[in-house]
């Protein structure tokens, strides 16, 4: 293999860039040629390529967001898409990819391997931390750590007034950003789109919590949550409860921004250069994950196929630990 691409798709996560860099280098370091593309899908279908060396990953290690910038493609979707970037591959000779974003940027390496042969390798880079084959994905410690820090001044100001404070954080499908942030940010409660949220219940436990001595309180909501968003759960407790006078913080895209920190450095860094080394020994259709302190590699398909590792056992933690 004599040419190698990188692109970043899908939703951006804080380590993108240290993951660019680490491909780049890895490649660099072997003699072979590297290819950025930019913004994703949409930049290969229209030949937004361009070589890279070494010295084009200076300073991005610390930076959030990424230099390729990503996108959301509907043209990938479709047979005629893939076809037109896989020509824009064999145009300059670039035979492995390395796709670098969530399960969907991996549903489409999947299909421009399957259809046209170009050997992918998939590095997870999501804020969410939902795809199966690893056990963290790049991104992730960082998005916990924002909203921690947020979730810290929140309870500053919530102990200040003996305020209920409802914080939402990211997370439509999957409450394992809110559950970490939760347990870490010493919440009272954590409501996630995996366990169905019952508002009696939660004014219950609230009611138990105040009897309890807790003078402020802290509900950490994930956006995706069954009973709403952090306003509508708010506002539902109030219409069935004394607790009428409370506040909502949404945390939001805060969370995707920012330096990373040095943990996903490190992970980008490692799952990088493993990817790299992967497609030149010649595997292709694969994911680099992380299983305890070991990198591994995955079949693309285990990053949908084994997801759901939310462990209702956090949950009987977070109660344990909030009385
Ligand atoms: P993420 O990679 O973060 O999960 P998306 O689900 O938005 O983000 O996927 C990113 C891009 O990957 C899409 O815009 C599309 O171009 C491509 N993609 C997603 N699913 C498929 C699919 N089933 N077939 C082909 N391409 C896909």
Redesign the pocket.
Known sequence: MERIGVLT???DAPGMNAAIRAVVRAVVARGVGVFGIRR??QGLIEGAIEPMNARSVSGIINRGGTMLQT????A??DAEGRARAAAQLRELSIEGLVVI????????AQ?LHAEHGVACIGLPG?IDNDIGGTDYTIGFDTAINVAVEAIDRVRDTAASHDRIFFVEVMGRHSGYIAMMCGLAGGAEEVLTPEEPTDIPALVAALRRSRDNGKRSMIVVVAEGDDAGNALQVAKRVAEVSEFTDTRVAVIGHLQRGGSPTAFDRVLAGRMGVRAVEALLAGEAGKMVGVRGLELVLAPLSDAWEQRGRFDPEYSRIARVLSV
Request: charged letters at 15%; aromatic letters at 14%.
């Open positions: 798709s899908g939703g994703g899908y996108a959301r493609c509907q990938f979707h974003g969530g399960d969907g940027s991996y549903r489409g299909a999501t």
